[in-house]
């Protein structure tokens, strides 16, 4: 999970890069790193993680998921990182999404961030998006705070942003790092703090260490993450992976909550043969799905009965969509949709769910 939001941003505000650290550079040691990246490596990346959030106590608290697959973004072939972490803190539900397109060298052609905190009487709310265009990165970001909205701005040229790591973008860097089973010395990079400053993020080896995984032990290499910062203390993060590359723990220094891995791999990921289940040929199975599958239509067909509406908002969604055929889909569904949010009606206290 990520720190709550703060509070201290300003109602509207228009930053302009070369103010605001735009003179902080990425070190030699980190530029060699991407540009070194190979295609057989981001192959290697293309899996699913899937880790629990639990307390110093054992309690789960939430799951936490990535994803990376090869995709295309505006016929352009690139990377796509999904992550996503949702679950409670203190009783108070609270969640993060990043879905960022990346370059083969991890540059980050586009990424959206949102994170959300909902507490007694009133949530909070983040979201950052941030695009290539005409060679800058343009990034908005809008906190909600209750009532309060409070937007930013800020525009960066892409010369500036040499080494660039975001929250999307060093999941994945972190992957190709534990395959190579090596951090290259005074690996430095850059990254944006909470008002969008400029900012160095570093990276350093924890070495090798037992880990024990449903009853097994195995070994996992350590990478640790430092996000320093203009004015607060640096956050501090410490992942171990598997040597196959999946992340096997996650945790912020500090934090009571850790993230981590409590089911190894599929034998399928490993390499191991498939034996396909033919169960259409097995009359048990064939009839509990036949079942399941008329119980789940007639539940579905009972709620968009009951909500009409629902076919007609995306039936309009649909042809507007094929209509304007935007390239940044997810942009365009967020500005469509968001007016239908302000004129939501109150929703009951949300209670956090039972773990």
């Known amino acids: 999970m990520q720190a709550p939001l703060e509070d201290d941003t300003p109602a509207l505000a228009e930053i302009e890069g070369p103010d605001h650290g735009e003179d902080l550079k990425a070190s030699d040691e980190a530029i060699t790193f991407m540009s070194s990246i190979e295609p057989a490596e981001l192959q290697k990346c293309v899996f699913p993680d899937s880790l629990v959030t639990v307390s110093e106590g054992g309690r789960d608290l939430g799951k936490f998921n990535v994803t990376v697959e090869f995709a295309l973004r505006v016929q352009q072939p690139c990377m796509l990182l999904h992550a996503q972490s949702q679950g409670a803190i203190d009783d108070s539900p609270c969640g993060t999404t990043v879905t960022a397109y990346l370059t083969t060298d991890l540059e980050v052609l586009e990424e959206d961030y949102h994170e959300y905190v909902q507490l007694e009487g009133h949530s909070l709310e983040k979201r950052c998006r941030m695009v290539q265009h005409d060679g800058h990165m343009v990034i908005d970001k809008v906190t909600t705070v209750g009532e309060e909205v409070m937007k930013e701005s800020v525009s960066y040229p892409m010369s500036a942003l040499r080494g660039l790591v975001t929250e999307g973008s060093n999941l994945l860097l972190m992957r190709l790092i534990a395959l190579r089973k090596k951090v290259p010395e005074q ?153 239908f949010s302000s004129h939501r009606p109150p929703e009951p206290h949300l209670k956090a769910p039972s773990p």
């Open 187 to 339: 690996m430095t990079f850059i990254s944006f703090d909470q008002g969008l400053r400029i900012i160095r993020t570093t990276f350093s080896e924890l070495g090798l260490k037992q880990m024990e995984i449903e009853g097994e032990t195995v070994e996992v290499f350590g990478i640790e993450r430092i996000v320093h910062s203009v004015e607060d203390s640096p956050t501090t993060w410490q992942c171990y992976f598997l040597p196959d590359g999946h992340l096997a723990s996650r945790v912020q220094v500090g934090s009571p909550v850790t993230m981590r891995l409590v089911q190894l791999p599929s034998l399928l990921e490993k390499g191991f043969e498939n034996v396909p289940l033919v169960w259409e040929e097995d009359m048990q199975m064939r009839s509990r799905f036949l079942d399941r599958k008329e119980e789940l239509k007639a539940d579905h067909a009972s709620y968009l009965r009951q909500h009409p509406e629902i076919r007609a908002l995306t039936s309009d969604f649909l042809q507007f969509l094929l209509l304007r055929k935007p390239d940044y889909v997810l942009q365009f569904a967020r500005d469509y949709f968001l007016p």
